[in-house]
């Protein structure tokens, strides 16, 4: 990759390429919608890179794209629901070697902050989910502990499938809409923008923290 007149190099720049050459491959949406399905429910990850990538490779694919993610995440969330409703629990109030497996494993999960989203389902319920959904907040921690607590399943369908189709479409829509400078634009400043998007990711750890 050139940008003015010099050679980019480095891990990002590799990856960066990487990705955007999978928006030219018949397997580019299978792809995306394995990593969506995966981070809803334990993948630690967002999917949110590789959707800009594609969309930035292929934008007349951009909505496309937005539709299998948000569908992807929604199907994950129900999966997570699952592992919370069938698989978290060995006993009354006793956690199964699964539940223990992330508590120790998976970032963004702890027994507090677990038992905390309880409390927060009470007051919220609908909008607990859809904030997770919408924003940085690790969705899986949500995800399980709605099943676990047995929240109303279809409020927690219809949050999620808002929450995360906000997410994705906008995200869709604005670099279709940009398209050419956008692409520029992310070229020149990659770095910045990476490191832009592990602080996200690293803030929504720290705010479910916070918030739990």
């Keep these: 990759m050139v940008v003015n007149g010099q050679k980019k190099e480095g891990v990002l720049n590799r990856m960066y390429e990487w990705l955007m050459r999978w928006a ?4 580019a949406g299978i792809v995306l919608f394995l990593w969506a399905l995966a981070e809803s ?4 990850i967002p ?21 299998w993610c948000s569908i992807a995440s929604v199907i994950g969330g129900i999966i997570g629901y ?33 038992l905390n989203v309880q409390s ?16 940085p907040i690790p969705y899986k921690v949500i995800t399980i502990s709605a099943g676990a607590f047995k929240i109303n399943f279809p409020v927690f369908l219809i949050a999620s499938g808002i ?4 997410r994705f479409f906008l995200v869709a829509a604005l670099l279709w809409y940009f398209g050419e400078p956008i692409k520029k634009f992310i070229n020149k400043y990659l770095g910045w923008i990476s490191l832009a ?4 990711l690293l803030g929504g750890f720290i705010l479910i923290n916070y918030v739990l």
């Design 82 to 114: 699952g592992i919370g409703h069938w698989l978290w629990w060995s006993g009354p109030d006793t956690y199964s070697a699964l539940a223990n497996f992330f508590f120790n494993n998976v970032p963004g999960f702890s027994e507090h902050q677990f």
């Design 197 to 200: 998007f592990v602080v996200l």
């Design 24 to 27: 030219e491959t018949p397997y």
């Design 47 to 67: 999917p949110d890179a590789f959707l800009i990538a594609l969309v930035i490779a292929a934008r007349h694919r951009a909505f496309r794209f937005a539709l």
């Design 163 to 166: 929450g995360r189709s906000a």
């Design 41 to 44: 429910s334990f993948f630690p």
């Design 120 to 135: 927060l389902y009470d007051r919220w319920n609908f909008w607990v989910v859809f904030t997770a959904g919408f924003t």
